[in-house]
C-alpha cells in the first residue's frame, strides 16, 4: 500500500483513494525498476565488448535514453493522482524487483539477454499498472502506460533479434 502523502502534498483528486493508492504502488514500482534497468543498460553500454561493439554500444545508449525519458511522466502520475512517489537512490533499491548487475565482466550475448528479461519485467509492471488504472477509472494512467509498453515491447524485440546467431 502507497504511503500516504504528507497533507501538504495531497493533490486533489475526485478519483477513489483506495485505488488510486493501488496504483500509485504499481506506478512506483515500474519507476524503481525503470531506474534499474536504466542504470544497467548504461553499465552493458560503458562496458560492452568484442566483434558487434559498436552496434550494441549504441543500441543500448538509444534503449537507456528511451528509458530515462518515461521516468518523469511515471513520477509525475503518481503526483497527479494525490499519492507520493521516489525520493532517493535507496527509495529505489527498497522498491526495485529487477536485480542488478555488478558482475566485473558480462559477455555482450549475456548482456543482450538479461536486458531483454528485463524489459519482459518491466512490461509486467506496466500491464500491472493498466489493470489497477481501468480497476481506478483512472484513465489517464491507463493511456499512457500503452506507449510505455510498446517502447518496452520495441526494446525487447531489438535485443532478441540482436542476440540471434544468424
Ligand atoms: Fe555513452
Known amino acids: 500500500m502507497a504511503k500516504a502523502a504528507a497533507p501538504k502534498l495531497a493533490t486533489p483528486t475526485d478519483l477513489p483513494t483506495n485505488e488510486l493508492s493501488?496504483?500509485?504502488?504499481?506506478?512506483?514500482?515500474?519507476?524503481?525498476?525503470?531506474?534499474a534497468l536504466y542504470l544497467k543498460t548504461k553499465?552493458?553500454?560503458w562496458h560492452v565488448s568484442g566483434p558487434h561493439f559498436r552496434d550494441y554500444h549504441l543500441l543500448m545508449d538509444d534503449q537507456a535514453a528511451q528509458i530515462y525519458g518515461i521516468t518523469d511522466a511515471i513520477a509525475e502520475r503518481v503526483?497527479?493522482?494525490?499519492?507520493?512517489?521516489?525520493?532517493?537512490?535507496?527509495?529505489i533499491a527498497r522498491h526495485q524487483s529487477i536485480k542488478d548487475n555488478d558482475a566485473?565482466?558480462?559477455?555482450?550475448?549475456?548482456?543482450?539477454?538479461?536486458?531483454?528479461?528485463?524489459n519482459l519485467k518491466l512490461i509486467e509492471n506496466f500491464r500491472k499498472v493498466k489493470e489497477l488504472a481501468e480497476e481506478a477509472k483512472d484513465n489517464a494512467t491507463s493511456?499512457?502506460?500503452?506507449?510505455?509498453?510498446?517502447?518496452?515491447?520495441?526494446?525487447?524485440w531489438f535485443?532478441?533479434?540482436?542476440s540471434r546467431k544468424a
Not at 493501488?22 to 531506474?35: K, R, Y
Not at 558480462?106 to 536486458?115: G, I, P, R, T
Not at 493511456?143 to 525487447?156: F, P
Request: proline share 0%.
Open 159 to 162: 535485443l532478441f533479434e540482436a
Open 22 to 35: 493501488s496504483v500509485a504502488d504499481a506506478l512506483n514500482a515500474a519507476l524503481a525498476n525503470c531506474f
Open 143 to 156: 493511456g499512457i502506460v500503452d506507449e510505455w509498453t510498446d517502447q518496452a515491447e520495441e526494446r525487447a
Open 43 to 45: 553499465n552493458f553500454h
Open 104 to 118: 566485473s565482466f558480462v559477455s555482450a550475448a549475456d548482456m543482450l539477454a538479461e536486458l531483454r528479461d528485463d
Open 79 to 91: 503526483r497527479k493522482t494525490g499519492n507520493v512517489t521516489l525520493r532517493s537512490i535507496g527509495d
